[in-house]
C-alpha cells in the first residue's frame, strides 16, 4: 500500500510539472519564465554553482572557530524556544490536512494510521526539499560548504516538522485522557518554571555574575556570552539541540560527518515518536480538510476574507460611521477600509502612538538622550522609505483585490473617476496616517536632537506633511492602471499560478512601474528645482525646503488628479468577461 501512495505521489509531481511546461505556449508566461529563471540564476544560482565546484560558499561571512559555540548556542536556544512554543500555543487536536479527493478515497480505503501518517510525511517532503534549498541559497554567505548546509538545513527541518507533528499527537493523546488546554498550559508553564528556578540556582552558583567589564563593549558581551553557553546549566540544557543545529554550521566535512550520526540519531527517535503514536486523527482531518476546501473556494470566488470565514469572530468594527447619504466616494472608502483587518486597526494605531509618546517622554531625561533621538530620527526616515517601497505592495484593498467583483462595481450608478477614487482612497488613508504618525513622533523627538539637527528635522518634516500622501497615491495609481489595463497578466488573488514564471511576470511589471513613477515624479522635480535653488541664494540650502516641497505638491496632485480620470476611464472601458489572470 505504501508503495502505491508513494507512486500516487509521483504521478501528481509529474502532472504538476507537466502542467507547468504546457502552459508555457502561452506568451505571459513564457516571457515570464524567461525573466524568471534569469533572476534566479543571476541572484541564487550561480552562487550556488560556484559553491559546488570551489567547494566553499561564495560568500566572505565566515564563522570563526572561537565563535562557533556562541553562534551553535544562539541557534540551539531559538530551535528550543520554537519547539517550546509548540506545546503552549496550540490548542486543536491532531490534524493531517488532506484534500477533498484524498479524504474521499484514502479515509474509506483499508489503509492503516501509519501508512496515512507515512503518506503526509512523504506530501511534506517536496515542501521540505523545497524550503531547504531556498534557505541554502539565502544562507551561502557563512562560510562552508553549500552541500553541507543543504543537508543540514534539510535535517533541522525534518527533524522540526516531525516534532510539530509528535507534539500535536501527544497533545491529542492528554485530551483524550481528560486534561484540558488550560490544564496542559499550566503544567508545562509550571515545569518550566521549576526547571527556570532550578537553572537560576545553578547558574547563581557556577558562573560569575556579569560585572561593567563583561558589557563594556560588544567583544566584551560576546565573550562573557561564551562562558555562559560553555558551562553551568545552559551547556547540558541546550546540548540535544545543539546536536541537530551542530551539522549545520560544520566548516568542513571531518566536522560535518562526526555531527552527522547524532543529528540523525533524534531524528529517527522522533520518527519513532510519530509512527508509534496510535492517535486518532481521521475527524480532526476532515474538518481541516473542508476548511481548507472553503478556503480555497472563497479565494477563487475572489473572496479574500474566506479564510476567516470558518472562524466563529466578532464582526470587524468600521472605521467610521456611514452615513446614510452623503457622497459615494466615502461610501466605497468605509468598504475597503473594512478589508484591512484586525491586524492594522484604529485602536492599534492609538497603541503605537501611545507607547511612541511614553519612550519619547521618558527618553528627555536620558544622558545619552540625544544620541538615541539622533538613532530615532534615522530609524523614522528608513521607515518612511521602506513605506513608500513596501506600502502599496501590502495594502492592496483596491482593484487589485476587487477586479474579481468588477461586474458588481460596474453595476453602481456612479462615473469611472468616482469609483476608482474610492477604491485608491483606503490604502493611501491608511498609510498616510501611519506616515503622518511617524512623522508625529519625529516631530516630538526634536526637542532632543542636538542643535545642529533641530532646524534640519523640522523644515524636512514639514516638507513631507503634503507630499507623502501624494506620492502615495501616484504610487497606487499605476499599479492599479497596470491591473486594468493587462488583466490577464496580472497574478490576482492567492489562487494565482505562482513558480519562476509569476515571479518573472511580477518582475517585468515591477521595472515598468518603476519607469513610469520616473517619469511621474520628473515634473514634480523640475517644480522643486524651480522654487529651490532660486531661494537658495536668499534664505540658505535649509529653509526653502518647505516652499519646494509644496512646489512640487502641488504637481504630484494635478498628476494625482490626472491619474484618477485615466483610471475611470480605464474602469469603463474594462471588459468583465477577460478573468485576471487567465
Known amino acids: 500500500m505504501l508503495a502505491a501512495l508513494f507512486h500516487l505521489q509521483y504521478l501528481s509531481a509529474r502532472n504538476r510539472l507537466v502542467t507547468r511546461f504546457k ?16 533572476y534566479f540564476y543571476f541572484y541564487f544560482f550561480r552562487y550556488l554553482f560556484k559553491g559546488f565546484g570551489g567547494g566553499q560558499s561564495a560568500g566572505n561571512l565566515v564563522i570563526s572557530p572561537e565563535h562557533q559555540l556562541l553562534i551553535e548556542s544562539c541557534a540551539a536556544l531559538a530551535l528550543f524556544i520554537i519547539l517550546l512554543l509548540a506545546w503552549i500555543i496550540p490548542h486543536e487536536r491532531a490534524a493531517l490536512t488532506f484534500t477533498e479527493a484524498e479524504v474521499a478515497f484514502l479515509f474509506p480505503a483499508p489503509v492503516s494510521r501509519r501508512t496515512l501518517v507515512h503518506f503526509k510525511l512523504m506530501r511534506s517532503q517536496l515542501r521540505i526539499l523545497f524550503s531547504a534549498l531556498l534557505l541554502t541559497l539565502f544562507s551561502r554567505r557563512f562560510g562552508g560548504h553549500v552541500w553541507i548546509h543543504a543537508i543540514g538545513w534539510w535535517l533541522l527541518l525534518s527533524t522540526m516538522n516531525l516534532h510539530f507533528l509528535g507534539s500535536s499527537f501527544t497533545r491529542t493523546m492528554l485530551l483524550d485522557r481528560g486534561l484540558s488546554n488550560r490544564g496542559r498550559r499550566l503544567l508545562i508553564l509550571a515545569l518550566v518554571a521549576g526547571a527556570g528556578a532550578g537553572i537560576w540556582y545553578w547558574a547563581k552558583a557556577t558562573l560569575p555574575p556579569p560585572t561593567a567589564a563583561d558589557t563594556a563593549d560588544w567583544d566584551s558581551i560576546q565573550v562573557y556570552a561564551q562562558q555562559v553557553f560553555g558551562s553551568g546549566p545552559a551547556l547540558y540544557l541546550l546540548y540535544p539541540f545543539q546536536l541537530i543545529v551542530r551539522p549545520f554550521f560544520a566548516p568542513d566535512t571531518a566536522t560535518f560527518f562526526n555531527a552527522l550520526p547524532a543529528a540523525t540519531l533524534i531524528f529517527l527517535l522522533h520518527y519513532l ?58 461610501a466605497l472608502l468605509w468598504k475597503n477600509l473594512l478589508g484591512v483587518g484586525q491586524v492594522l486597526s484604529p485602536r492599534l494605531l492609538i497603541v503605537f502612538g501611545i507607547i511612541l509618546g511614553m519612550f519619547v517622554y521618558t527618553m528627555g531625561g536620558s544622558i545619552h538622550g540625544q544620541n538615541i533621538a539622533v538613532i530615532v530620527e534615522f530609524a523614522i526616515a528608513i521607515i518612511l522609505g521602506y513605506s513608500l517601497l513596501l506600502g502599496p505592495q501590502l495594502l492592496r484593498m483596491d482593484f487589485r483585490r476587487n477586479l474579481s467583483s468588477a461586474d458588481i462595481l460596474k453595476t453602481f450608478p456612479l462615473p469611472g473617476w468616482q469609483i476608482a477614487l474610492g477604491e485608491i482612497l483606503a490604502p493611501v488613508t491608511v498609510l498616510a496616517g501611519v506616515q503622518w504618525l511617524l512623522l508625529l513622533v519625529g516631530f516630538a523627538l526634536i526637542f532632543f536632537l542636538p542643535g545642529k539637527y533641530v532646524t534640519l528635522s523640522a523644515v524636512i518634516g514639514i516638507g513631507l506633511i503634503p507630499l507623502l500622501p501624494l506620492l502615495d497615491f501616484l ?105 485576471p489572470g487567465s
Open 475 to 579: 504610487l497606487l495609481l499605476i499599479p492599479n492602471a497596470t491591473v486594468l489595463l493587462f488583466p490577464s497578466w496580472v497574478q490576482a488573488g492567492k489562487d494565482s499560478p505562482r513558480g519562476i514564471e509569476a515571479t518573472g511576470q511580477r518582475l517585468i511589471f515591477a521595472v515598468g512601474q518603476m519607469l513610469v513613477l520616473m517619469l511621474a515624479l520628473l515634473p514634480a522635480f523640475a517644480a522643486f528645482s524651480a522654487v529651490y535653488f532660486p531661494m537658495k541664494w536668499a534664505l540658505g540650502p535649509v529653509m526653502p525646503i518647505p516652499f519646494a516641497a509644496l512646489a512640487a505638491a502641488v504637481i504630484l496632485g494635478v498628476e494625482a488628479w490626472l491619474g484618477v480620470m485615466l483610471l475611470g476611464k480605464l474602469f469603463d472601458r474594462f471588459d468583465v468577461t477577460e478573468e
Open 273 to 330: 515518536w510519530v509512527i508509534g503514536s496510535d492517535v486518532s486523527f481521521e475527524e480532526a482531518s476532515l474538518a481541516a480538510s473542508q476548511k481548507l476546501a472553503a478556503r480555497v473556494a472563497a479565494y477563487r470566488a475572489g473572496n479574500w476574507q474566506g479564510a476567516s470565514a470558518q472562524k466563529k469572530q466578532k464582526p470587524r468594527r468600521p472605521w467610521f460611521q456611514l452615513s446614510p447619504t452623503g457622497p459615494a466616494v466615502t
Open 23 to 38: 502552459r508555457l505556449k502561452k506568451p505571459k508566461y513564457l516571457f515570464g519564465a524567461i525573466v524568471g529563471g534569469f
